[in-house]
């Protein structure tokens, strides 16, 4: 079955950095375009960042523009979200998705708390 385990969150002071990683399985994951979403307290899911099924192309949402990156590696059937510069408001649990066969699955998410 399809599955997503996101790592690499934790609590990190503001200006600092943080690598996510996703690995997935159950699936041709070359096969298809991956996303990050967050979701913090009290708000909802957004996405983040998207990536095709190559790495050819990234698409970004405005507030994340400039700091985050997103990546992939076919070979470990890994996705990757790269934030930069750290701040408070990022403050969110971070989740990968996929869309496949008409259906979204999603991981457990990572939590990630910036400290002021």
């Known amino acids: 079955q399809v599955q997503l385990v996101e790592s690499g969150g934790g609590l990190v002071q503001a200006g600092g950095s943080l690598r996510l990683s996703c690995a997935a399985s159950g699936f041709t994951f070359s096969s298809y375009a991956m996303s990050w979403y967050r979701q913090a307290l009290g708000k909802e899911r957004e996405l983040v960042a998207t990536i095709g099924k190559t790495g050819g192309w990234t698409n970004y949402a405005d507030s994340a523009k400039g700091r985050f990156t997103i990546s992939r590696d076919n070979s470990i059937n890994t996705v990757y979200l790269q934030i930069n510069s750290l701040k408070p408001e990022d403050t969110a649990v971070y989740y990968c998705?996929?869309?496949?066969?008409?259906?979204?699955?999603w991981g457990k998410g990572t939590l990630v708390t910036v400290s002021s």
């Open positions: 998705n996929v869309g496949l066969r008409g259906m979204d699955f």
